[in-house]
Nanobody, 117 residues
């Protein structure tokens, strides 16, 4: 089966850091654009970052630019999101996604990130 399994979420204080991981299986990981999305309580799911196949090109939402870093290890079929200088407004369920062209291949199950003092 095609799967994306996330880990690394948790509770962190404002200004802290977390590193999210997403492990892919059942598909050619290196052929897909990988993304992180998040959904805060009462809000729609929104894009956090994209990283294109090969890892050479990235895009970030303005709200996280300069604080978050998306990366991938195609050999290990892993996607990462390093989150620094976390703010309460970063609190959300974070999802990884694999897509090729305009077709979504898979979503992860989501991992909760809570930023609170």
């Amino acid at each position: 089966q095609v799967q994306l399994v996330e880990s690394g979420g948790g509770l962190v204080q404002p200004g802290g850091s977390l590193r999210l991981s997403c492990a892919g299986s059942g598909f050619i990981f290196s052929s897909y654009t990988m993304s992180w999305y998040r959904q805060a309580p009462g809000k729609e799911r929104e894009l956090v970052a994209h990283i294109f196949s090969g890892g050479g090109t990235t895009n970030y939402a303005d709200s996280v630019k300069g604080r978050f870093t998306i990366s991938r290890d195609n050999a290990k079929k892993m996607l990462y999101l390093q989150m620094n200088s976390l703010k309460p407004e970063d609190t959300a369920v974070y999802y990884c996604r694999a897509a090729q062209r305009n077709i979504v291949r898979a979503w992860g199950q989501g991992t909760q990130v809570t930023v609170s003092s």
